[in-house]
Structures are given as C-alpha cells and as structure tokens.
C-alpha cells in the first residue's frame, strides 16, 4: 500500500521560510509515468493545488504561490519537497502530498492542480504564519 507522510510544518512569522517533505513509500521511477503534488486547505476553505511535478520535471504553480514555492523531487531518497519562501498569513493551511502512480505512458492529468488527479494522499502537516 503507498504512504505519503509529510513533515516539515511548523509555526512562522510573515516573510519567512519553510521546506515541507514528503516520503513516500513507493518509488516513482518503478512506474513509467508519475505527478506528485501539494495541496492545502484553510480552515473553512475547499482544498486547493499548490504546486505539481511529474516524471519529466514538468511543474505547475497555483498562481498564488508563484515565485515564492518551489516544488522538487530527490529521487535517491525517495522524497519530495516544497520550498517556501516569503511566507505570508494567507498561507496558512494544512498542507497535504498527493501523488499518482500509472504504467501509462503519462499520468493524462488535464488539471494537474486539481484534486481529482491524485489518487493517493498524506495525513497533512500545519503550517502557521503570523504577521
């Protein structure tokens, strides 16, 4: 069964910085294609794509996060990341990591920010900014 277990939340003050990881219990470079992602929910909030990366290094930003997030993947140690600079209180959010797995040639993600894409999920890390 795959499991996706992030770290890396924690509490920040506006205009800081914080890396978010993600292990996963499977390795992406058995299957042919692959997309992995982050997402974050608000309190009272739908959940929302962050960032995404697939097996060609192909990446996709919310629009929000542009400039500011940078989502990596370190395959000898099985883990993916989400870099985040210039934090700010609208960031606050469980952050959570997603990923899909195929034989396929490609994942054929048409949104690959959207949250139907994904078919496997993390429990979620609290990540707190403050003014």
């Known amino acids: 069964r795959v499991q996706l277990v992030e770290s890396g939340g924690g509490s920040v003050q506006s205009g800081g910085s914080l890396t978010l990881s993600c292990a996963s219990s499977?390795?992406?470079?058995?299957?042919?294609?692959?997309?992995m992602g982050w997402f974050r929910q608000a309190p009272g909030k739908q959940r929302e794509g962050v960032a995404s990366i697939d097996n060609d290094g192909n990446t996709n930003y919310a629009d929000s996060v542009k400039g500011r997030f940078t989502i990596s993947r370190d395959n000898a140690k099985n883990i993916l990341y989400l870099q985040m600079h210039s934090l700010e209180p609208g960031d606050t959010a469980i952050y959570y990591c997603?990923?899909?797995?195929?034989?396929?040639?490609?994942?054929?993600?048409?949104?690959?920010?959207?949250?139907?894409?994904?078919?496997?999920w993390g429990q979620g890390t609290q990540v707190t900014v403050s003014s």
């Open positions: 499977e390795y992406p470079y058995v299957y042919s294609s692959y997309i």
């Open positions: 997603a990923a899909t797995y195929t034989w396929e040639s490609s994942v054929k993600a048409t949104n690959p920010l959207a949250n139907h894409e994904y078919n496997y």
